[in-house]
């Protein structure tokens, strides 16, 4: 047996190269990653760049997918929007997760009254509708970027608090971690080396597949007025602004909405994918 | 093999399972020829990973395809080759000719469903039996293994590992199959019930008249109720016989190598077990001979480069091996 | 041998040792008033079937469950009344073997971190290569190939798994091992492996067992002297050879003649226990295996037997031990 060994996440890798839907949502992803960090580049023109001359114009070879109208380019202003979008995404969901995580860990870890106390708590939010919640906490912390990326943040929470506590609590009852009692290992050390590295799997799925969420939820509240304020583009800004125009320019709203969508789909696609790959019960 | 005689009850001629899987293709049996006579009970014993089970499965044509698929063979079940069958021919068989037991009592009963309700299934899957008729019968069943018939309705979960067992037996048994299949029966079980498992399936073999396939890892269960014993070691067969022949005088280096590693109850405690180095060769990257000539002590160069093949060495024990222990002619002598 | 003094050779002092546990129905009896002791540098088999109590009574033993009462001395110290640091000493002179070498190991951890962690929470060694030396010292000592070192579980097979399980057991250079079923998850072959790498190391370095099992033969094997549980209760002592040539408890008699024997021509009557083992919940009063004894009398159901010690070193829990011999048995 060769002396090259191969940690649990190395079969993953195999397992996902062979999900062609899967890749492609990876490719789409670095894409966007790669168009929002060198969006000045990228970008043929400025985002609040204005040209009096073009005002609402279908897609031509000067601007290929149009303007909007004050005469921006809508390809330009896609491209800086998937920053915004990203960055909405990613930070959400870090948010989420870490928050969530650390709520769920400790509840599943300690049990009892904690447990009682934190999932209650989740309830209680679970029980709000989340847009009506975005909406009350976007609107309570006031316009900004920053603001949003919280709301959307705060929304997801429990989900993860949930998925994490359940993974906690089948983890914990493994003779690995009596184990590690016996050793006298102390209660943060086993969650911190035994229980969160074993837990990771649905962890990833889920957050995958949240920030797909969230930059559904970011475009939605932008839509409602919330959240990012003019000039800066946001795909769900684009296509509430293009509501009027939609008999005559309905190239407005397509290319922002095409832009939202292809986004949440590769999500999605990866997160399926990595969640097949992940499961331990696929026959190696 | 075996009896020449009568025509066998199950003749498995030259099986071969494989199985491809990320990491290869893995050798799950290997020109197995096996035969069963109507009415006797073969233990069929080998280590994990040997391919009793598969090849098990592969009788009932309950192999997963993909990944696994029958490269070769026939299997001959009353002269009939299960292969070449059609689907609804080989669920005809299931359950009413052919009945399986299986090793997880808690897993292999639908814990929706009442006791009795499993065996009626069974029942009037495969006969004309109705209503209060097949109701009947499976109270009979009941009686059988030993459960009264008024926890027939009552649900898998209410009964203990050793109850639940039975209840699989009298599922088994309720279409009276010629051939009964059990896969390591007692092996999740405690010692006591295990024994009166065991028991029971000897007594009811005997009066249903089933010929009995033991799927095992224990040379004792064997011991107790089979007539004869096939050693299984990588896929392949390596020696077969009756009981008495082969616990007297086992010839295989590895079935000897079986009987020393197991410590025995009427041994003198203490001391140390003899050891067949090693492990069992990696199903993925079999060894170009004999499959056990890595371990075996008494391994020639031969052994290394061709496989023997079962040869006859004593009347009906057959072994797979150039030098089988205690054989002139072959050099290994006890 | 006079075993119920405080005996200075007795490294383990079992006392009325009880655990409880509170379930939904009432009260679950799994260890229920057990005495043991156990000498230096001697291995005590610990059998019953499942639900005795005898993995309980091991955790206990260790300190990973809490007892409800009774004493349990180590080295004339109670074990169960140490302080965190008290118990942090206890690690280093007793550790345990869990019997799933699969889910005993974190399957993040590679063969090297394993091992290395009950160095690592210690703070045994101040520095890596301290640790690391160490690792590959304990990886020779029970067998295994230094290239395994990267390797992780989920890529060995259940006998090098629980290799790695007594490596880490002996990392901290303990004197007592409790082993709960150590070999029970393995195949025929490697069992014998890895019991006789125990009875190496029992012999090269002095360790005292509490060997876990329900297998009968490996006990056998293994074992000085035996005690016998049923449903939290000892049934039966005496050493290894008195308890197999002349068991007078009518469970262990059962028990035996239960054991499929390899052995064509040395058959022994099977003694067919009726019914199942029943729930160790509130357990009624009068002598526990009452019911499914074929000897039981009226005082067997009323009267709790008392644990006697019947010829030197041989203690049974019954009415009518001594009485009750198995005519059948060898």
């Known amino acids: ?284 | 093999m075996a009896d020449k005689s009568a025509t066998p009850l199950l003749d498995i001629r030259n099986l071969s399972v494989q199985f491809n899987t990320d990491s290869g293709v893995v050798h799950a049996v290997n020109n197995l020829n096996l035969s069963l006579q109507k009415g006797k009970a073969l233990g069929f014993v080998g280590e994990t990973g040997a391919g009793k089970t598969t090849t098990a499965l592969a009788v009932l044509h309950l192999i997963q395809s993909p990944p696994g698929k029958i490269t070769s063979g026939e299997i001959l079940f009353d002269g009939q080759d299960i292969l070449k069958m059609t689907e609804s021919e080989r669920q005809d068989i299931r359950g009413d000719k052919i009945a399986m037991i299986f090793q997880d009592p808690m897993t292999s009963l639908n814990p929706i469903m009442t006791v009795e309700e499993q065996i009626v299934e069974m029942i009037s899957l495969h006969s004309d039996m109705k209503g209060e008729t097949a109701l009947k019968r499976a109270h009979d069943m009941l009686n059988l293994v030993g459960i009264r018939p008024e926890r027939g309705k009552e649900f898998p979960h209410q009964f203990s590992g050793g109850m639940r067992q039975r209840v699989g037996i009298a599922i088994a048994l309720a279409c009276r199959p010629s051939l009964l299949i059990a896969d390591e029966p007692t092996t999740a079980l405690d010692v006591t019930i295990q024994a009166q498992v065991i028991d029971l399936i000897k007594s009811l073999q005997e009066k249903v008249n089933t010929s009995l396939l033991l799927i095992t890892h224990d040379l004792g269960i064997v011991a107790e109720i089979c007539d004869d014993v096939a050693i299984m070691y990588a896929g392949h067969l390596v020696e077969y016989s009756d009981i008495r022949q082969l616990y007297g005088h086992p010839m295989h280096p590895y079935t000897q190598g079986l009987f020393n590693a197991v410590p025995n109850l009427n041994s003198e405690p203490g001391g140390r077990l003899a050891v067949i180095q090693g492990l069992m060769p990696d199903p993925t990257d079999l060894p170009k001979g004999c499959s056990f000539s890595p371990r075996c002590p008494y391994a020639k160069e031969i052994c290394h480069e061709k496989p023997c093949g079962m040869v006859e060495y004593a009347p009906n024990h057959f072994v797979d091996c150039y030098f089988p222990l205690g054989v002139k002619g072959g050099q290994n002598h006890e | 041998m006079n075993d119920r003094t405080q005996a200075t050779d007795a490294l383990l002092d079992i006392r009325g040792l009880k655990k409880y546990f509170k379930v939904s129905r009432g009260l679950l009896h799994a260890v229920d008033n057990v005495s043991l002791t156990i000498p230096r540098g001697r291995t005590l088999g610990l059998v019953g079937e499942s639900g005795c109590g005898k993995s309980t009574l091991g955790r206990v033993v260790i300190g990973l469950i809490e007892a409800t009462a009774g004493e349990v001395f180590f080295n004339g110290k109670d074990v169960l009344k140490f302080t965190s640091q008290e118990r942090s000493e206890f690690r280093k002179h007793a550790q345990i073997v869990f019997q799933d070498p699969f889910s005993s190991l974190n399957p993040r951890m590679s063969v090297y971190q394993l091992i290395a962690e009950p160095l690592l929470i210690n703070k045994v060694y101040s520095s890596n290569q301290q640790v690391s030396e160490k690792v590959k010292e304990l990886m020779d000592t029970v067998g295994l190939a230094e290239r395994l070192i990267t390797s992780f579980p989920h890529e060995l097979d259940g006998g090098r798994r629980q290799r790695i399980g007594v490596a880490r057991a002996l990392a901290l250079n303990p004197e007592f091992i409790v082993l709960d079923e150590p070999v029970s998850a393995l195949d025929v072959c490697i069992q014998a492996q890895v019991l006789n790498l125990l009875a190496d190391l029992k012999e090269q370095r002095g360790y005292t067992y509490l060997f876990i099992s329900h297998n009968l033969s490996v006990v056998r094997y293994v074992s000085d002297e035996v005690a016998v549980m049923y449903l939290g209760q000892v049934v039966e002592r005496a050493s290894n050879r008195i308890l197999f040539e002349d068991p007078l408890h009518p469970y262990t008699q059962a028990l035996l003649s239960a054991v499929p024997v390899v052995d064509l021509d040395n058959r022994r009557e099977r003694i067919i226990l009726e019914g199942d083992v029943p729930s160790p919940i509130n357990p009624a009063p009068g002598c526990r295996f009452a019911p499914r004894c074929r000897y039981r009398q009226e005082i067997c159901l009323n009267q709790d037997p008392v644990h006697r010690e019947i010829t030197p070193g041989h203690f049974v829990s019954c009415h009518f031990a001594g009485a009750l011999r198995d005519s059948r048995a060898r």
């Not at chain 1, 090259?4 to 966007?32: D, E, P, Q």
């Not at chain 1, 006031?142 to 929304?155: E, H, K, R, W």
């Not at chain 1, 559904?216 to 946001?234: C, D, K, M, R, V």
């Open chain 1, 1 to 284: 047996m060769a002396a090259k060994s191969n940690s649990l996440w190395k079969y993953t890798l195999i397992r996902l190269r062979r999900n062609y839907l899967a890749i492609f949502g990876f490719v789409v992803l670095l894409i966007l990653i790669f168009v929002a960090i060198f969006a000045e580049q990228v970008a043929p023109f400025g985002y609040a760049e204005q040209d009096y001359m073009m005002i609402r114009k279908p897609p031509s070879e000067a601007h290929l997918l149009g303007t909007d109208e004050f005469g921006r380019d809508i390809l330009s202003r896609l491209i800086f929007g998937s920053r915004v979008s990203l960055q909405v995404g990613l930070v959400a969901v870090s948010i989420s997760l870490f928050a969530g995580g650390a709520i769920g860990a400790i509840a599943g870890y300690y049990g009892g009254r904690i447990d009682n106390i934190l999932m209650r708590i989740m309830d209680v939010q679970l029980a709000i509708p989340t847009i009506l919640l975005a909406i009350v906490i976007s609107a309570a912390l006031g316009p900004g970027l920053f603001n949003l990326m919280v709301a959307v943040g705060i929304t997801s929470i429990p989900r993860f608090a949930r998925l994490m506590r359940a993974s906690v609590l089948s983890i914990k009852g493994m003779e690995f971690i009596e184990a590690a009692r016996a050793m006298g290992a102390s209660h943060t050390r086993i969650i911190l080396m035994y229980i969160l590295p074993n837990c990771m799997a649905p962890l990833i799925v889920q957050s995958t597949l949240s920030v797909a969420n969230a930059i559904l939820f970011a475009a939605t509240l932008s839509f409602l007025g919330l959240g990012i304020q003019p000039p800066f583009p946001e795909w769900g800004g684009m296509l509430s602004a293009a509501r009027p125009y939609l008999r005559n320019s309905a190239y407005m709203s397509i290319f922002p909405g095409l832009a939202i969508m292809i986004t949440i789909l590769a999500l999605n696609f990866l997160g399926d994918g990595l969640r097949d790959a992940l499961d331990p019960k696929q026959k190696r």
